[in-house]
């Protein structure tokens, strides 16, 4: 499900309590540890809804933005976007694709639910749990939201009991593209403790 190009790192405050699964992209975190530049959040959602009416790597001219974006592309760092002759260029883009969040329960219960459903907007979900359960129709619930429910053994290895839906993004949204950049933060702040498992 996550792949052998993941990596894993914690979820960050605000979503806790969970395991994002991290494709990162590496050109994009080369172009950036290069310009030496981390996660895009400085303005928050409205930094960023600025920098997605911008298309990637096409220059624009700066005289269409409306006010605010010109102000924004007029102060942002030269690694996400540059102005030139009068045109703006962005070069910034999502740094990574979260593929899913792994919530961790010592059973099928509510709570467990509710944890993993605030990913619901963002990635494919799953709960691991380390109490088998004997109802299947606990499982039902899970299985109508499309989160997936792993029996842990105690040797580690995991036992499906329910497939995750797999998460199909209906548009980029600037709310999403915040929470990429939130992960990348969280992989970074991995890679600096954790170098030998950190991605190319």
Not at 102 to 119: D, I, M, Y
Request: proline residues 8%.
């Amino acid at each position: 499900m996550t792949g052998s190009g993941t990596v894993q790192v914690p979820s960050f405050s605000g979503y806790g309590g969970a395991t994002l699964h991290l494709a990162i992209d590496p050109a994009e975190h080369q172009r950036r540890q290069a310009a030496g530049i981390g996660p895009v959040t400085g303005h928050g959602f409205g930094g960023l809804d600025h920098l997605m009416a911008l298309p990637a790597g096409m220059p624009v001219p700066v005289d269409s933005l409306t006010r605010e974006q010109q102000k924004y592309v007029r102060r942002a760092p030269a690694a996400i976007c540059t102005i030139e002759d009068g045109q703006v260029t962005r070069h910034a883009i999502r740094p990574c694709r979260v593929a899913l969040a792994t919530v961790h329960s010592p059973s099928a219960c509510k709570t467990a639910l509710e944890s993993a459903s605030r990913f619901a907007p963002f990635c494919a979900r799953r709960v691991v749990i380390r109490r088998r359960t004997h109802w299947p129709e606990s499982l039902t619930e899970f299985d109508f939201y499309g989160i997936g429910v792993s029996f842990e053994n105690g040797d580690g290895t995991l036992e499906t009991l329910v497939e995750p839906e797999p998460w199909i993004p209906k548009r980029h949204t600037p709310v999403a593209w915040w929470f990429a950049e939130r992960a990348y933060a969280a992989y970074l702040e991995h890679a600096a403790t954790n170098p030998a498992g950190a991605a190319a």
